[in-house]
């Protein structure tokens, strides 16, 4: 799995990455191809045998004690050929499935690995809709490919291999119009190709683009419904299914060209050989049984209709390989947390220093955050206030490492941040935010997400979060289901579920990012004092609107627009005057 991680998909045409994916089955492969051969053997030992019973009967003055022997030995022949199939091609089944199912584990588990190491910026400008397809959908079409791929060219390269053979022995001379046929195709599928990727590629974005929007349609569905903007969210969606729509017409449409064509060209083929083989027959110009021209002709059929075949495959190879562009696009995306080779942190004391930290996200030119120097001291709290889009959420992004200054430096205990396995330093931090994420478990999984707390540690940490009366006012108490995203809770049970998380991992470093802001005065209050232990003793960053939150902190960062405006106590900030003091000032009115 970690070969398919560091592969070069840009540099490599797809049918090499797709090559690339099996490359440790080649001889597997090999053995599944001779397993067709064994178990198709029916299909083209048949048709012999048929030539050899219709020559029999045909041939005059043959003994009839002869006669039976050899209709006996053609039964037995037939027998065991048939009969063969079952083993073999349960055989021919596990060593093809096994290298298929194993490569589309390992390409989701790949992707999935390449998508948890991606940067959060990457995250919040990618539609989850359209990754949730590449791991599904498209990993699908290249199992697909594989699946085909290994039934058709063995089923190929043995009737031209047997039809060749066997016409060669017969009738040379049409050995020539079996060669013409090959030809014919590829003229017909390169005149095609650039079309058909083409379309291909169109219809697999269109697809993306519209799973992107139905996932983001299915979140917004409250809001949607709460505002009575239904009509244009489905104006919306029913654009890109449009879109989707004449995408598809137009693969369909190319798909049914070349399907058309190639069958027309190839079975005017078979009928110009069928007369042919009569005309030469009954000119005797070709010496062979009447067997023998039903052999002949059959052996067109099967040669006309493999080909067909083949090239109805060659859609689903385009598709395929899409596919494997549309996947190489994630699995070769650059833009990854860069934590390998870096050293790892054992021991976070909690001292940030912003060094003339400047930060603005990608794609948007005005700075979020303008030379922020500030040092934060171990076991210190510090809240930043300021106006909406004023670059608090950025701090806190900073500090967890989401994001990394554009200029400047932000030293973790006096070391470059830029230069420490972010993954190691997570270890010793807590995030609480305004929007608290649950999955689909129990309140205790939840809560002990990524820990493993004693009973003790989790009744503790859910007394101090003040979630007891909730856990007690539930039939099944801690072990009560939320539903994705707790859709059974309130913010504020959410909130406090987020608290408790904070206080069992005991970190060294907690950020707060308006982790108070959907509780009511009164549960706020009641949880001031959990959140009171769980800021003792650690570097704290809290982001808050509401100020009474706040008054407490060791220093208070007035924030406005990227830059720091006033820094200070309480107390020093309003003597300033300033900012603090004007919205302090509305705040206390506002109660
Ligand atoms: N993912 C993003 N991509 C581009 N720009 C962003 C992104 N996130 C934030 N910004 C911009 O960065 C600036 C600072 O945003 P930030 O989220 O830090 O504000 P904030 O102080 O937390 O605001 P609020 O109080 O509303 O949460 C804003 O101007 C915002 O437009
Ligand atoms: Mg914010």
Redo the contacts with the bound molecule.
Sequence with gaps: MKELLHREYRNRRAFQNYIGFYSEYKWRFVLVWLMYVVKAAPVFVLPVLTAEVINMITEPGLEPQLFTRRLYEILGIGFVVVVQNIPSHMLYVWLMSVPCRTVERDLRSALCTRLQHLSI?YH?TTKMGSLQNKVTRDVESIENMTRMLLDTVPHLLCSLVVAFAVTLYKAPLFVIFYIAVVPLAVILFVSIRDRMVRYNRDFRQSIEEMSGRVTEMLRLIPITRAHHVEDLELDNVNRRLDRIRTAGLQVDYINSIFASVNWVLLMLFNLATLVLIAFLYKKQILKIGVGDVGLLAGYFGTITTTVLAAMNCLPAITKGLESVKSIGEVLECPDIELNADKPMVTEVKGDFLFDHVSFS?P??Q?H?LEDICLHVREGETVAFV?A???????IAHLVIGFVRPSSGRLLLDGVDMNTIDLRSYRKFISVVTQETLLFDGTIRDNICYGVNPTEFELMDAVRSADLLDLVESLPEGLSTRVRENGARLSGGQKQRIAIARALLRDPRVLILD?ATSALDVESESQIKTALDRLIKGRTTFI?A?RLSTIRDADRIVV?NR?RIAEIGTHQELLAMNGIYADMNRKFTAAQ
């Design positions: 910026p919040t996200y794609g948007n005005k979020a300021g909406s889009g004023a670059g608090k959420s950025t308006e982001v609107h924030m990227g």
